[in-house]
């Protein structure tokens, strides 16, 4: 199983803070998964032309091409001005229509304000479900309260990375099996 943490931003620390939560616990917990954090600040992505995304080089490539090889990913965003960031979007953009068909979606969200719970709902889970990604429903929501001195220290927040990732697992495997077993109904 390949899985991809995504830490959508450039700036700050608490998204990726929040990954690094994520992924430790995904390595825990599915000891044989092949685990990938990705934290767009040490890449240098360009910016999406249309072209097919293995027609770009270098980083943007990578990251294009490691998110479309996961079975899995979760999606970490800050919230900057009530929005997930370009950074981000771009990410998206890079990809074709359907490059989330058949994966796994997780979602995790850092705010400095409760008042930005809604931005998975309205912005990042429409465009996962444009793109035919299984989105886990439950997101984990973090606000500045949540953190001190780059570290999480509500323990509800953990207990909700640790579910999120627990149900990421358990979906990637029950739609392999799915898809095993619908692939068998066409053998020969």
Same mark, same amino acid.
């Given at each position: 199983?390949?899985?991809?943490?995504?830490?959508?931003?450039?700036?700050?620390?608490?998204?990726?803070?929040a990954?690094?939560?994520?992924?430790?616990?995904?390595?825990?917990?599915?000891?044989?998964?092949? !685990?990938?954090?990705?934290?767009?600040?040490?890449?240098?992505?360009?910016?999406?032309?249309?072209?097919?995304?293995?027609?770009?080089?270098?980083?943007?490539?990578?990251?294009?091409?490691?998110?479309?090889?996961?079975?899995?990913?979760?999606?970490?965003?800050?919230?900057?001005?009530?929005s997930?960031?370009?950074?981000?979007?771009?990410?998206?953009?890079?990809?074709?229509?359907?490059?989330?068909?058949?994966?796994?979606?997780?979602?995790?969200?850092?705010?400095?304000?409760?008042?930005?719970?809604?931005?998975?709902?309205?912005?990042?889970?429409?465009?996962l479900?444009?793109?035919?990604?299984?989105?886990?429903?439950?997101?984990?929501?973090?606000?500045?309260?949540?953190?001190?001195?780059?570290?999480?220290?509500?323990?509800? !927040?953990?207990?909700?990375?640790?579910?999120?990732?627990?149900?990421?697992?358990?979906?990637?495997?029950?739609?392999?099996?799915?898809?095993?077993?619908?692939?068998?109904?066409?053998?020969?």
């Open positions: 199983m390949k899985i991809v943490a995504l830490s959508g931003s450039r700036v700050g620390s608490k998204t990726r803070t990954m690094d939560y994520a992924v430790k616990a995904l390595a825990k917990k599915e000891t044989d998964a092949d !685990i990938t954090l990705i934290d767009l600040a040490d890449y240098d992505i360009q910016f999406s032309d249309g072209r097919n995304y293995l027609e770009y080089e270098g980083d943007t490539k990578f990251v294009a091409q490691t998110v479309m090889e996961a079975d899995a990913i979760i999606f970490g965003t800050p919230v900057f001005q009530a997930i960031p370009a950074t981000l979007k771009n990410i998206f953009d890079l990809l074709p229509e359907k490059a989330l068909r058949d994966k796994v979606a997780g979602i995790i969200v850092t705010a400095g304000s409760p008042k930005h719970y809604l931005i998975a709902e309205q912005q990042l889970k429409p465009i479900a444009y793109m035919k990604a299984q989105i886990v429903q439950s997101y984990v929501f973090i606000d500045e309260r949540d953190f001190y001195q780059k570290e999480i220290i509500n323990e509800d !927040i953990l207990v909700r990375i640790n579910r999120l990732v627990e149900d990421i697992v358990m979906l990637t495997e029950t739609y392999a099996k799915i898809r095993e077993a619908k692939a068998a109904v066409y053998e020969v």
